[in-house]
Structure formats: structure tokens, C-alpha cells
């Protein structure tokens, strides 16, 4: 763990570094409250910090009351460090944001409890901070395929719907496993597992770092894609189609070959989310009525039906 220890006083500087080094610690050193906020605002600042009340530039008071106004999940443990020892100052270090009080001269002792403690402390947090990101991932994204889940791959197309409104342009694909049933009837729902997993790599593979993938639900998938400038959806879309028809997934069962069918739909100015979606879901159906293996195209500007990838 890292320690910032900002100190105008040489002496007292050098005995709290040497102190904090012998216990394994990796100890910064800043001579003012100035070099100490700059510090405190890095993405990788200390996750620990022992300030001197009285220091040039920018005292330890108002040092703590900046880094608590700091928007971060992982604020810093604050030691302030003096030597008024009456109770108002100590209520009023408190007040401003530190979370413990060490007096001048300080007991070498005293300093590695009250270190342990923030230890302790920042440790919670970080377990706090895993927690509360581990179950906003599981909220958004699908158990099985770790892609979006349905109702954050819809949040992420609304995002791009209100991007589009503003000018940008952006196509959606719905994406359906041809003949599904058959595989986990034939090899068994975890051989079935096996295939969706390893089509969700595939695709995410192929697809450009600006678009989205999710599982819309069973074995249907849904690609938001927005169209940049000099790029060509119909190419991505023909591309995924003719990957996975030629890239046999690897199961339990041996590879298993499969095929997809996808239906795309252009945003216009006039579709609401259930608009949109409705239109790619039609020229999936159509995709599969025609033979699946191949990619439809709902009417969209110039470009009106169809692109047929063949077998």
C-alpha cells in the first residue's frame, strides 16, 4: 500500500517515512499542501495520507475539505498530523473530513496502529467497491455468455437512438441461431450452453470496438451498430453471417457447425425503440423464411430488401 506523507518539517517527515518503510510500506513525500492535492487528484493517488495541519501553499485543513469534495468510490484514508492537541482542533479536523488525529511529537507505536487501522478501513472499502461492481455487472449482463442482458443491450440502442436523433446514423441487427432446438435436442442443453457461448465469443470478435452486442433472450442476439463515417454496415452484417457459417464452435461433442440468420433495420427519425426493433425482427423472419443462412435488410432509405449469403 502507498502512503503519502505531506510535511514541512524535515525531521518529522524523515521518522515518519523511515517508521512507515520498515513495515513494507511504499511512502510518498511532498514538502506542502499544494504537491499534496496534486497528488491526491491522480487516478493511482495513495490510498492513504498523513497531513501536516500547518504547511505552505495549502494547509491541512483545507487540503482535507478539497479531497472530500472529491467525486470518487475510493477516497483516501486521512491522518492529520499537529501538534495542537485541545479538543476543538481535534473536532474540528474531524469536521472537515479527516478520519483520525495523530499528535506531535507522535509514538512510533501509536503511528503503526493508527496506520493499521486505516489499512483495515481502505480494505473494507475496496471489498465494498468489488461488491457493489460485481452485482451492477450481473445486473447487466447475461450469466451464460457474460454479453449485455436484454434490458442493457436495450439501454445501450436507446443511447444510440438519442445519438442518432442528433444526426448520427446507426443500424441494429437481430440475430437468431438457425435450427437451435435441434442441437440441445440432438446433444443436450449443455452442449447448447457450449454453442451460445461460443458464438457470443465469435461475434464479439468480429465485431468493431464501437458496437454492442447483447442476448436478447434463448438464442437470439442483438447488435446495435452505429454507422461512422467511410464504414459499411451491410458489409459488417454479411461478414458476421458468412464468419459463423464457416466457423465451426467447439463443444463438448466436437465442433458443431451452425449458421445464423439476421435481420437489419436502419434508425429513422420517426421510429421509437418498439418501431425499430419490430422492423428487424420482420426482416429476420424473412430471413428464415427464405432459407435462413443469410442476412435481410428492412427497407431503409436507398437500400431497399436484401443480401443473401449463401451455404
Request: proline letters at 4%; charged letters at 25%.
Amino acid at each position: 500500500m502507498r502512503i503519502l506523507i505531506a510535511d514541512d518539517d524535515c525531521t518529522s517527515r524523515a521518522v515518519l517515512a523511515a517508521v512507515l518503510q520498515k513495515n513494507g510500506f511504499e511512502v510518498l513525500q511532498t514538502t506542502n499542501g499544494a504537491e499534496a492535492w496534486q497528488l491526491l487528484q491522480q487516478p493511482q493517488a495513495p490510498a492513504l495520507a498523513i497531513l501536516d495541519w500547518v504547511m505552505p501553499e495549502l494547509d491541512g485543513l483545507e487540503l482535507v475539505r478539497r479531497v472530500r469534495a472529491l467525486a470518487t468510490d475510493r477516497p483516501p484514508y486521512l491522518i492529520m498530523l499537529t501538534s495542537r492537541c485541545a479538543k476543538v482542533d481535534v473536532i474540528a479536523g474531524l469536521d472537515a473530513g479527516a478520519n483520525d488525529y495523530l499528535t506531535k511529537p507522535f509514538d512510533s507505536g501509536e503511528l503503526r496502529a493508527r496506520v493499521a487501522v486505516g489499512r483495515r478501513m481502505i480494505e473494507l472499502q475496496e471489498a465494498l467497491v468489488r461488491s457493489k461492481e460485481l452485482l451492477a455487472h450481473q445486473a447487466t449482463h447475461d450469466a451464460l455468455t457474460g454479453l449485455y442482458n436484454r434490458r442493457a443491450i436495450l439501454a445501450r440502442l436507446q443511447d444510440e437512438m438519442a445519438r442518432a436523433q442528433r444526426g448520427a446514423a446507426l443500424a441494429i441487427g437481430s440475430c437468431d441461431i438457425d435450427h437451435f432446438k435441434r442441437i440441445n435436442d440432438s446433444y443436450g442443453h449443455q452442449t447448447g450452453d457450449e454453442v451460445l457461448c461460443g458464438l457470443a465469443r465469435l461475434l464479439t470478435e468480429q465485431l468493431r470496438p464501437f458496437d454492442s452486442l447483447g442476448r436478447f433472450g434463448g438464442e437470439e442476439f442483438l447488435i446495435v451498430a452505429p454507422i461512422k463515417n467511410g464504414t459499411c454496415h451491410v458489409a459488417l452484417f454479411d461478414r458476421l453471417c458468412r464468419q459463423v457459417a464457416n466457423t465451426p464452435i467447439v463443444t463438448r461433442n466436437g465442433p458443431l457447425a451452425l449458421t445464423l440468420s439476421i435481420g437489419v433495420a436502419c434508425y429513422r427519425p420517426t421510429d421509437d425503440l418498439d418501431q425499430l426493433l419490430a422492423r428487424a425482427d420482420a426482416a429476420l423472419y424473412r430471413a428464415k423464411e427464405q432459407g435462413r443462412n443469410r442476412v435481410i435488410y428492412a427497407a431503409c432509405g436507398e437500400m431497399d430488401e436484401a443480401t443473401l449469403i449463401k451455404s
